[in-house]
């Protein structure tokens, strides 16, 4: 069965920083993608930031240069490092893995952690 769990989420006062994790559990590494995405009340899901087993990134536009995904040094876990954190990044994060590595099919999430910036 392969478990994956958040941790980090907190509240914050806007430009201040917080530091999510992912740990992955009954899923051996191997060409898989990993993805961070975020749901506001009343938003649809949106994709954050992804890293694929090549360690190739990508991030959505609003959070370039504030935000970094990264892998741990035991490949099954990864990280969200966010930086200057805006009242509009309030969400519940949730990090997914896609098994099959293109980062598009994204099968096994999170139960997700709650990020709160306040203005």
């Known amino acids: 069965q392969v478990n994956l769990a958040e941790s980090g989420g907190g509240s914050v006062d806007a430009g201040g920083s917080l530091r999510l994790s992912c740990v992955t559990s009954?899923?051996?590494?191997?060409?898989?993608?990993m993805g961070w995405f975020r749901q506001a009340p009343g938003k649809e899901r949106e994709t954050v930031a992804s890293?694929?087993?090549?360690?190739?990134?990508t991030y959505a536009d609003d959070v370039k240069g504030r935000f970094t995904i990264s892998r741990g040094s035991a490949k099954n876990s990864i990280h969200l490092q966010m930086n200057n954190l805006k009242p509009e990044d309030t969400a519940t994060y949730y990090c997914?893995?896609?098994?099959?590595?293109?980062?598009?099919?994204?099968?096994?999430w999170g139960q997700g952690t709650q990020v709160t910036v306040s203005s």
């Open positions: 009954g899923y051996t590494y191997g060409t898989t993608c």
């Open positions: 997914a893995l896609d098994p099959v590595g293109t980062c598009h099919a994204y099968n096994f």
């Open positions: 890293i694929d087993f090549e360690d190739d990134t």
